[in-house]
Protein backbone atom coordinates (compact mmCIF):
# COMPACT_ATOMS: atom_id res chain seq x y z
CA UNK A 1 0.00 0.00 0.00
CA UNK A 2 1.32 3.36 -0.97
CA UNK A 3 1.16 6.50 0.58
CA UNK A 4 1.15 10.16 -1.18
CA UNK A 5 2.20 12.66 0.64
CA UNK A 6 -0.29 15.38 0.99
CA UNK A 7 0.65 18.98 -0.36
CA UNK A 8 1.83 20.82 2.28
CA UNK A 9 -0.62 23.66 3.62
CA UNK A 10 0.23 27.03 2.13
CA UNK A 11 -0.65 29.76 4.66
CA UNK A 12 -0.95 33.31 3.66
CA UNK A 13 -2.92 34.76 6.10
CA UNK A 14 0.28 36.16 8.50
CA UNK A 15 -0.42 39.81 8.87
CA UNK A 16 -0.08 39.80 12.47
CA UNK A 17 0.39 36.75 13.46
CA UNK A 18 3.37 35.17 11.44
CA UNK A 19 4.72 31.40 11.81
CA UNK A 20 7.78 31.17 14.47
CA UNK A 21 10.87 32.66 13.11
CA UNK A 22 13.24 29.36 13.23
CA UNK A 23 15.83 31.67 15.31
CA UNK A 24 13.13 33.34 17.55
CA UNK A 25 11.59 30.21 18.31
CA UNK A 26 14.84 28.83 19.76
CA UNK A 27 15.26 31.67 21.87
CA UNK A 28 11.93 31.14 23.39
CA UNK A 29 12.74 27.55 24.31
CA UNK A 30 15.99 28.60 25.52
CA UNK A 31 15.11 31.06 27.69
CA UNK A 32 12.66 28.95 28.55
CA UNK A 33 15.05 27.83 31.42
CA UNK A 34 16.93 30.54 32.04
CA UNK A 35 14.19 33.35 31.94
CA UNK A 36 11.29 31.36 34.00
CA UNK A 37 11.67 33.08 37.06
CA UNK A 38 10.21 36.94 38.03
CA UNK A 39 12.40 39.35 37.28
CA UNK A 40 11.91 40.94 39.91
CA UNK A 41 13.57 38.86 42.42
CA UNK A 42 16.90 39.53 43.89
CA UNK A 43 17.80 35.81 43.92
CA UNK A 44 19.93 34.10 41.43
CA UNK A 45 17.04 32.65 39.38
CA UNK A 46 15.63 36.22 38.83
CA UNK A 47 18.89 37.68 38.49
CA UNK A 48 18.75 35.39 35.04
CA UNK A 49 15.56 36.42 34.17
CA UNK A 50 16.29 39.89 34.56
CA UNK A 51 19.23 39.57 32.58
CA UNK A 52 17.01 38.33 29.00
CA UNK A 53 14.74 41.06 29.94
CA UNK A 54 17.79 43.64 29.45
CA UNK A 55 19.51 42.31 27.14
CA UNK A 56 15.79 42.15 24.73
CA UNK A 57 15.56 45.67 25.77
CA UNK A 58 18.82 46.79 24.50
CA UNK A 59 18.37 44.60 21.68
CA UNK A 60 14.79 46.10 20.46
CA UNK A 61 16.64 49.44 21.34
CA UNK A 62 19.24 49.21 19.05
CA UNK A 63 17.27 47.87 16.05
CA UNK A 64 14.76 50.38 16.37
CA UNK A 65 17.30 53.34 16.92
CA UNK A 66 15.98 53.94 20.68
CA UNK A 67 17.48 54.43 24.15
CA UNK A 68 17.00 51.16 26.26
CA UNK A 69 15.17 53.16 28.62
CA UNK A 70 12.45 54.31 25.75
CA UNK A 71 11.73 50.56 25.43
CA UNK A 72 8.54 48.71 27.65
CA UNK A 73 7.44 45.54 26.48
CA UNK A 74 3.87 44.67 27.13
CA UNK A 75 1.42 41.56 26.89
CA UNK A 76 0.63 42.49 23.10
CA UNK A 77 0.06 44.69 20.20
CA UNK A 78 -3.45 45.65 21.11
CA UNK A 79 -2.30 46.55 24.85
CA UNK A 80 0.52 48.40 23.47
CA UNK A 81 -1.63 50.64 21.36
CA UNK A 82 -4.66 50.78 24.42
CA UNK A 83 -2.13 51.59 26.79
CA UNK A 84 -0.13 54.13 25.01
CA UNK A 85 -3.11 56.07 23.81
CA UNK A 86 -4.84 55.99 27.78
CA UNK A 87 -0.84 56.96 28.95
CA UNK A 88 -0.41 59.92 26.74
CA UNK A 89 -3.86 61.21 27.51
CA UNK A 90 -3.71 61.36 30.90
CA UNK A 91 -0.54 62.92 30.79
CA UNK A 92 -2.63 66.28 28.20
CA UNK A 93 -5.97 66.08 30.12
CA UNK A 94 -5.64 69.21 30.99
CA UNK A 95 -4.48 70.67 26.86
CA UNK A 96 -7.99 68.41 25.84
CA UNK A 97 -9.37 65.58 25.31
CA UNK A 98 -9.36 64.88 21.62
CA UNK A 99 -7.83 62.28 19.79
CA UNK A 100 -7.01 62.55 15.78
CA UNK A 101 -6.38 59.35 14.41
CA UNK A 102 -6.52 57.91 11.03
CA UNK A 103 -10.11 55.88 9.33
CA UNK A 104 -8.05 52.88 8.76
CA UNK A 105 -6.24 52.57 11.97
CA UNK A 106 -6.43 49.76 13.71
CA UNK A 107 -9.45 48.97 15.63
CA UNK A 108 -7.84 48.83 19.15
CA UNK A 109 -6.85 52.99 18.16
CA UNK A 110 -10.14 53.95 17.14
CA UNK A 111 -11.96 52.83 20.22
CA UNK A 112 -8.59 53.62 22.71
CA UNK A 113 -9.35 57.27 21.12
CA UNK A 114 -13.41 57.40 22.31
CA UNK A 115 -12.62 55.63 25.35
CA UNK A 116 -12.72 57.15 29.09
CA UNK A 117 -14.46 60.16 28.19
CA UNK A 118 -11.87 60.67 25.28
CA UNK A 119 -13.10 62.56 22.16
CA UNK A 120 -11.94 61.09 18.79
CA UNK A 121 -11.27 62.85 15.74
CA UNK A 122 -11.16 60.88 12.60
CA UNK A 123 -9.53 62.08 9.18
CA UNK A 124 -10.40 60.71 6.09
CA UNK A 125 -8.27 58.68 3.40
CA UNK A 126 -8.35 58.15 -0.10
CA UNK A 127 -9.19 55.52 -2.28
CA UNK A 128 -5.91 53.50 -2.17
CA UNK A 129 -6.37 53.88 2.04
CA UNK A 130 -3.79 56.66 2.13
CA UNK A 131 -5.00 59.48 5.15
CA UNK A 132 -4.88 62.78 3.80
CA UNK A 133 -2.09 64.40 5.16
CA UNK A 134 -2.98 67.96 5.06
CA UNK A 135 -6.45 67.56 6.75
CA UNK A 136 -4.20 65.51 9.84
CA UNK A 137 -1.75 68.50 9.99
CA UNK A 138 -4.12 70.93 10.57
CA UNK A 139 -6.21 68.69 12.70
CA UNK A 140 -3.71 68.12 14.73
CA UNK A 141 -2.57 71.98 15.16
CA UNK A 142 -5.68 73.35 16.50
CA UNK A 143 -6.17 73.25 20.44
CA UNK A 144 -7.91 70.48 22.46
CA UNK A 145 -5.60 67.65 21.08
CA UNK A 146 -4.28 65.68 23.69
CA UNK A 147 -2.31 63.32 20.61
CA UNK A 148 -2.69 62.10 17.36
CA UNK A 149 -1.90 58.56 16.14
CA UNK A 150 -1.16 57.16 12.69
CA UNK A 151 -0.01 53.97 11.27
CA UNK A 152 3.46 53.58 9.63
CA UNK A 153 1.14 51.76 6.81
CA UNK A 154 -2.15 49.76 6.80
CA UNK A 155 -1.52 45.94 7.34
CA UNK A 156 -5.10 45.19 5.47
CA UNK A 157 -4.26 47.25 2.29
CA UNK A 158 -0.42 47.70 2.00
CA UNK A 159 -0.80 51.52 1.82
CA UNK A 160 1.78 53.75 3.32
CA UNK A 161 1.06 56.53 5.19
CA UNK A 162 2.56 60.35 5.34
CA UNK A 163 3.72 59.56 8.85
CA UNK A 164 7.06 62.30 8.50
CA UNK A 165 4.55 64.71 7.15
CA UNK A 166 2.32 64.46 10.04
CA UNK A 167 5.18 63.91 12.17
CA UNK A 168 6.27 67.32 11.62
CA UNK A 169 2.54 69.06 12.00
CA UNK A 170 2.77 67.47 15.36
CA UNK A 171 6.10 68.28 17.01
CA UNK A 172 5.51 72.15 16.08
CA UNK A 173 2.20 71.75 18.10
CA UNK A 174 3.38 69.68 20.93
CA UNK A 175 1.11 67.13 20.02
CA UNK A 176 2.63 63.53 20.53
CA UNK A 177 2.00 61.42 17.65
CA UNK A 178 1.71 57.43 18.26
CA UNK A 179 2.85 55.63 15.23
CA UNK A 180 1.32 52.46 15.12
CA UNK A 181 4.48 50.13 12.84
CA UNK A 182 2.46 46.38 13.91
CA UNK A 183 2.52 46.41 10.14
CA UNK A 184 5.83 47.13 9.36
CA UNK A 185 8.49 47.09 11.61
CA UNK A 186 10.47 43.84 9.96
CA UNK A 187 9.48 44.37 6.74
CA UNK A 188 9.73 47.69 6.10
CA UNK A 189 12.25 50.49 6.98
CA UNK A 190 12.50 51.52 10.12
CA UNK A 191 10.85 54.96 11.00
CA UNK A 192 12.40 57.28 13.05
CA UNK A 193 9.79 59.84 12.82
CA UNK A 194 7.48 59.24 16.01
CA UNK A 195 6.97 60.30 19.34
CA UNK A 196 5.49 56.67 20.76
CA UNK A 197 6.33 53.53 18.40
CA UNK A 198 4.25 50.32 18.85
CA UNK A 199 5.90 47.19 17.35
CA UNK A 200 3.96 43.87 17.17
CA UNK A 201 6.69 40.73 17.56
CA UNK A 202 3.57 38.59 16.16
CA UNK A 203 3.49 39.64 13.04
CA UNK A 204 7.58 39.26 12.20
CA UNK A 205 7.87 35.62 13.52
CA UNK A 206 8.93 36.71 16.79
CA UNK A 207 5.99 34.80 18.43
CA UNK A 208 3.09 35.77 20.52
CA UNK A 209 2.72 36.77 24.08
CA UNK A 210 4.70 39.82 23.71
CA UNK A 211 4.22 43.53 22.69
CA UNK A 212 6.88 46.40 22.24
CA UNK A 213 5.72 50.39 22.71
CA UNK A 214 9.11 52.89 22.75
CA UNK A 215 8.37 55.92 24.14
CA UNK A 216 10.70 59.06 23.50
CA UNK A 217 12.09 60.00 26.97
CA UNK A 218 10.63 63.44 26.29
CA UNK A 219 6.86 62.65 26.10
CA UNK A 220 5.10 62.84 28.58
CA UNK A 221 3.15 60.07 30.17
CA UNK A 222 1.14 58.91 33.03
CA UNK A 223 0.60 55.59 33.95
CA UNK A 224 -3.54 54.55 32.82
CA UNK A 225 -2.99 51.70 35.83
CA UNK A 226 -3.10 51.01 39.83
CA UNK A 227 0.61 51.53 40.98
CA UNK A 228 2.96 49.30 39.56
CA UNK A 229 6.92 48.25 39.44
CA UNK A 230 6.13 48.10 35.32
CA UNK A 231 3.77 51.24 34.88
CA UNK A 232 2.99 49.98 31.40
CA UNK A 233 2.53 46.90 31.61
CA UNK A 234 1.69 45.84 35.33
CA UNK A 235 2.40 42.83 36.47
CA UNK A 236 5.32 42.69 34.32
CA UNK A 237 5.47 40.46 30.71
CA UNK A 238 6.48 36.76 29.90
CA UNK A 239 9.96 37.00 29.72
CA UNK A 240 10.87 34.38 27.25
CA UNK A 241 8.42 36.00 24.91
CA UNK A 242 10.22 39.10 25.07
CA UNK A 243 13.51 37.35 24.30
CA UNK A 244 12.27 35.49 21.36
CA UNK A 245 10.75 39.16 20.09
CA UNK A 246 14.50 40.53 20.41
CA UNK A 247 16.13 37.88 18.44
CA UNK A 248 13.70 37.81 16.18
CA UNK A 249 14.10 41.35 15.28
CA UNK A 250 17.73 41.16 14.90
CA UNK A 251 17.15 38.43 12.25
CA UNK A 252 14.66 40.19 10.07
CA UNK A 253 16.39 43.38 9.80
CA UNK A 254 19.53 41.34 8.93
CA UNK A 255 18.05 40.43 5.52
CA UNK A 256 15.44 42.77 5.37
CA UNK A 257 16.38 44.34 2.11
CA UNK A 258 16.75 40.69 0.36
CA UNK A 259 13.20 39.69 1.60
CA UNK A 260 11.44 43.08 0.79
CA UNK A 261 13.22 42.61 -3.11
CA UNK A 262 11.67 38.93 -2.79
CA UNK A 263 8.51 39.77 -1.54
CA UNK A 264 7.55 42.42 -3.40
CA UNK A 265 7.95 40.52 -6.61
CA UNK A 266 6.00 37.81 -5.70
CA UNK A 267 2.94 40.71 -4.30
CA UNK A 268 3.84 42.24 -8.18
CA UNK A 269 2.93 38.71 -9.66
CA UNK A 270 -0.26 38.05 -7.36
CA UNK A 271 -1.47 41.38 -8.44
CA UNK A 272 -0.95 41.39 -11.99
CA UNK A 273 -2.26 37.54 -12.08
CA UNK A 274 -5.40 38.95 -9.79
CA UNK A 275 -5.81 42.31 -12.15
CA UNK A 276 -6.47 39.61 -15.13
CA UNK A 277 -9.59 38.00 -13.44
CA UNK A 278 -13.11 39.05 -14.41
CA UNK A 279 -14.93 41.46 -12.11
CA UNK A 280 -12.03 42.38 -9.31
CA UNK A 281 -10.49 45.21 -7.63
CA UNK A 282 -7.19 45.10 -6.67
CA UNK A 283 -6.95 47.64 -3.84
CA UNK A 284 -4.26 49.77 -1.86
CA UNK A 285 -1.45 51.75 -3.42
CA UNK A 286 -0.08 49.44 -6.30
CA UNK A 287 3.77 51.20 -5.44
CA UNK A 288 4.16 53.09 -2.32
CA UNK A 289 3.13 50.47 0.03
CA UNK A 290 4.52 47.62 2.62
CA UNK A 291 6.30 44.66 0.94
CA UNK A 292 4.51 41.63 1.65
CA UNK A 293 0.56 42.89 1.53
CA UNK A 294 -1.89 42.01 -0.97
CA UNK A 295 -5.31 43.01 -0.97
CA UNK A 296 -8.48 42.45 -3.03
CA UNK A 297 -12.01 41.82 -3.50
CA UNK A 298 -14.19 39.96 -5.89
CA UNK A 299 -17.62 41.33 -7.12
CA UNK A 300 -20.75 38.17 -6.42
CA UNK A 301 -18.21 36.27 -4.21
CA UNK A 302 -19.40 35.49 -0.29
CA UNK A 303 -16.02 36.53 1.28
CA UNK A 304 -16.53 33.72 3.42
CA UNK A 305 -17.22 30.82 1.00
CA UNK A 306 -14.24 31.65 -0.91
CA UNK A 307 -12.10 31.50 2.45
CA UNK A 308 -13.44 28.30 3.04
CA UNK A 309 -13.14 27.11 -0.26
CA UNK A 310 -9.50 27.73 -0.54
CA UNK A 311 -8.86 26.43 2.68
CA UNK A 312 -9.99 22.95 1.63
CA UNK A 313 -7.54 23.22 -1.46
CA UNK A 314 -5.00 23.75 1.23
CA UNK A 315 -4.66 27.68 1.39
CA UNK A 316 -4.90 29.79 4.12
CA UNK A 317 -6.00 33.81 3.65
CA UNK A 318 -7.55 36.49 4.99
CA UNK A 319 -10.84 38.88 4.93
CA UNK A 320 -12.24 42.10 5.41
CA UNK A 321 -15.46 40.62 4.28
CA UNK A 322 -18.56 41.03 6.01
CA UNK A 323 -20.25 37.59 5.22
CA UNK A 324 -18.52 35.74 8.19
CA UNK A 325 -20.61 34.61 10.59
CA UNK A 326 -18.84 36.45 13.69
CA UNK A 327 -19.69 39.57 11.92
CA UNK A 328 -21.72 41.64 10.10
CA UNK A 329 -19.82 44.79 9.18
CA UNK A 330 -17.37 44.95 6.90
CA UNK A 331 -13.69 45.85 7.50
CA UNK A 332 -13.71 49.71 8.31
CA UNK A 333 -10.53 50.07 6.41
CA UNK A 334 -12.55 49.08 2.83
CA UNK A 335 -15.49 50.97 3.83
CA UNK A 336 -13.50 53.93 4.40
CA UNK A 337 -11.73 53.62 0.66
CA UNK A 338 -14.55 52.91 -0.83
CA UNK A 339 -13.80 50.20 -2.09
CA UNK A 340 -15.92 46.43 -2.49
CA UNK A 341 -15.86 44.99 0.98
CA UNK A 342 -17.70 41.70 -0.25
CA UNK A 343 -15.51 38.88 -1.83
CA UNK A 344 -12.60 40.12 -0.19
CA UNK A 345 -9.39 38.61 0.03
CA UNK A 346 -6.13 39.28 1.78
CA UNK A 347 -2.60 38.33 1.60
CA UNK A 348 0.64 38.71 3.76
CA UNK A 349 3.73 36.77 2.73
CA UNK A 350 5.94 35.70 4.90
CA UNK A 351 10.13 35.19 4.61
CA UNK A 352 8.91 31.42 4.15
CA UNK A 353 6.40 31.85 1.75
CA UNK A 354 8.18 30.62 -1.54
CA UNK A 355 7.44 31.31 -4.87
CA UNK A 356 5.67 27.73 -5.45
CA UNK A 357 3.30 28.32 -2.38
CA UNK A 358 2.27 31.84 -4.52
CA UNK A 359 2.02 29.45 -7.87
CA UNK A 360 -0.53 27.38 -6.03
CA UNK A 361 -2.40 30.12 -4.40
CA UNK A 362 -2.86 31.61 -7.94
CA UNK A 363 -3.33 28.41 -9.41
CA UNK A 364 -6.19 28.00 -7.17
CA UNK A 365 -7.67 31.00 -7.02
CA UNK A 366 -9.76 31.25 -10.16
CA UNK A 367 -11.76 28.23 -9.46
CA UNK A 368 -12.29 28.56 -6.20
CA UNK A 369 -14.05 31.81 -7.50
CA UNK A 370 -15.76 30.53 -9.91
CA UNK A 371 -17.39 27.63 -7.74
CA UNK A 372 -18.74 30.39 -5.60
CA UNK A 373 -20.02 32.28 -8.18
CA UNK A 374 -22.01 29.50 -9.65
CA UNK A 375 -23.36 28.61 -6.37
CA UNK A 376 -24.60 32.02 -6.20
CA UNK A 377 -25.38 31.67 -9.67
CA UNK A 378 -24.37 35.06 -10.49
CA UNK A 379 -23.33 33.87 -14.38
CA UNK A 380 -23.97 36.90 -16.74
CA UNK A 381 -24.82 39.55 -13.95
CA UNK B 1 -22.44 35.20 -22.34
CA UNK B 2 -24.71 37.86 -20.26
CA UNK B 3 -28.12 36.10 -21.70
CA UNK B 4 -27.38 32.14 -20.12
CA UNK B 5 -28.38 32.28 -16.44
CA UNK B 6 -26.03 29.46 -14.65
CA UNK B 7 -28.54 29.17 -11.92
CA UNK B 8 -31.11 30.55 -9.99
CA UNK B 9 -30.33 32.57 -7.10
CA UNK B 10 -31.08 30.76 -4.04
CA UNK B 11 -34.61 32.16 -3.59
CA UNK B 12 -36.18 34.91 -5.50
CA UNK B 13 -37.52 36.79 -2.53
CA UNK B 14 -35.46 39.87 -3.27
CA UNK B 15 -36.85 40.13 -6.65
CA UNK B 16 -39.53 43.07 -7.07
CA UNK B 17 -42.95 42.65 -5.56
CA UNK B 18 -42.47 41.25 -2.46
CA UNK B 19 -44.22 42.16 0.57
CA UNK B 20 -45.51 45.50 1.82
CA UNK B 21 -42.93 48.46 1.76
CA UNK B 22 -42.78 51.09 4.67
CA UNK B 23 -45.77 52.52 4.28
CA UNK B 24 -47.77 49.49 3.77
CA UNK B 25 -47.47 49.49 -0.23
CA UNK B 26 -46.35 46.93 -2.57
CA UNK B 27 -42.55 47.72 -3.68
CA UNK B 28 -42.94 48.91 -7.68
CA UNK B 29 -41.26 47.34 -10.10
CA UNK B 30 -38.62 49.55 -9.72
CA UNK B 31 -37.27 48.73 -6.10
CA UNK B 32 -35.69 45.49 -5.32
CA UNK B 33 -36.71 44.36 -1.67
CA UNK B 34 -33.35 42.96 -0.39
CA UNK B 35 -34.07 43.67 3.46
CA UNK B 36 -32.74 40.42 5.49
CA UNK B 37 -30.27 39.77 2.91
CA UNK B 38 -26.36 39.05 3.50
CA UNK B 39 -23.74 40.42 1.54
CA UNK B 40 -23.00 39.55 -1.37
CA UNK B 41 -26.94 38.92 -2.05
CA UNK B 42 -28.15 42.99 -2.04
CA UNK B 43 -25.84 43.54 -4.77
CA UNK B 44 -26.49 40.21 -6.88
CA UNK B 45 -30.51 41.07 -6.36
CA UNK B 46 -30.00 44.36 -7.94
CA UNK B 47 -27.80 43.28 -10.60
CA UNK B 48 -30.36 40.77 -11.75
CA UNK B 49 -32.78 43.35 -11.70
CA UNK B 50 -30.50 45.54 -13.50
CA UNK B 51 -30.29 42.68 -16.53
CA UNK B 52 -31.84 43.31 -19.78
CA UNK B 53 -33.07 47.03 -18.32
CA UNK B 54 -32.49 50.20 -20.36
CA UNK B 55 -29.49 52.52 -19.75
CA UNK B 56 -31.26 55.73 -18.05
CA UNK B 57 -33.55 52.77 -15.72
CA UNK B 58 -33.83 53.85 -12.32
CA UNK B 59 -33.26 50.93 -9.73
CA UNK B 60 -34.08 51.11 -5.84
CA UNK B 61 -32.74 48.37 -3.63
CA UNK B 62 -33.82 48.13 -0.57
CA UNK B 63 -31.57 46.32 2.16
CA UNK B 64 -30.50 45.87 6.00
CA UNK B 65 -27.44 44.95 5.50
CA UNK B 66 -24.69 47.36 6.41
CA UNK B 67 -22.02 46.10 3.85
CA UNK B 68 -24.70 46.91 0.83
CA UNK B 69 -24.50 50.56 1.81
CA UNK B 70 -21.33 50.52 0.70
CA UNK B 71 -21.13 47.60 -2.44
CA UNK B 72 -24.48 49.19 -4.02
CA UNK B 73 -21.96 52.47 -4.81
CA UNK B 74 -19.09 49.90 -5.86
CA UNK B 75 -20.76 47.60 -7.99
CA UNK B 76 -21.99 51.32 -9.61
CA UNK B 77 -18.81 52.30 -9.77
CA UNK B 78 -17.40 48.51 -11.57
CA UNK B 79 -20.65 48.63 -14.09
CA UNK B 80 -20.76 52.55 -15.25
CA UNK B 81 -24.28 53.47 -13.03
CA UNK B 82 -24.59 55.98 -11.11
CA UNK B 83 -25.63 56.78 -7.56
CA UNK B 84 -28.43 59.29 -7.26
CA UNK B 85 -29.94 58.47 -4.21
CA UNK B 86 -29.02 57.00 -0.50
CA UNK B 87 -31.15 57.40 2.35
CA UNK B 88 -32.62 55.59 5.21
CA UNK B 89 -35.89 53.76 4.29
CA UNK B 90 -38.11 55.28 7.22
CA UNK B 91 -40.50 54.56 9.38
CA UNK B 92 -38.17 51.76 10.09
CA UNK B 93 -39.04 48.67 8.06
CA UNK B 94 -41.05 45.45 8.89
CA UNK B 95 -39.79 42.95 10.51
CA UNK B 96 -35.97 44.81 10.79
CA UNK B 97 -34.98 44.11 14.58
CA UNK B 98 -33.57 46.53 16.43
CA UNK B 99 -30.29 48.11 15.39
CA UNK B 100 -31.66 46.91 11.37
CA UNK B 101 -33.15 49.93 10.05
CA UNK B 102 -33.12 49.82 6.47
CA UNK B 103 -31.86 51.80 3.36
CA UNK B 104 -32.72 52.65 -0.21
CA UNK B 105 -30.01 52.90 -2.43
CA UNK B 106 -31.43 54.29 -6.16
CA UNK B 107 -29.06 53.60 -9.24
CA UNK B 108 -29.49 54.72 -12.44
CA UNK B 109 -28.23 52.36 -15.45
CA UNK B 110 -25.73 53.37 -17.67
CA UNK B 111 -25.47 52.37 -21.29
CA UNK B 112 -22.46 49.74 -20.75
Redesign the interface.
Known amino acids: MTHTTPAPRVRLDNGGRAPWHPLAREAFERALDDGWADPRRLHAEGRRAAALLDGAREAVAAALGARTEEIHFTTGHTASLHTAVAALASARSRVGRRVVVGAVERAAVLHAAEHGGLEREVVAVDAVGRVDGAAMSDAVARPGVALAALQLANGEVGTRQPVARVHDAARAAGVPLLVDAGASIGHDEVPDAWDVLAADPADWGGGPGAGILAIRSRVRRRSPFPEDADPLSPGGVLVPAAFAAAVGLQAVLADRAAQDARRRALVDRIRARVTALP?V?VVGDPVDRLPHVATF?F????GEALLTDLDREGVAVGSG???TSSS???SHV??AM??????NVRVALDRSTSEADVDRFLDALPAAVARVR???????? | MRATHGGSPPDDGGLPGRGPGPDGAAPGPDVVDARGLRCPLPVIRLAAAARDRAAGTRLTVWSTDPAARLDVPAWARMRGHGVVAAAPLTPAADGAGPGESAWAITVELGGA
Open positions: DESLYVDSACLEPLAGVLTHGAALGVEGL
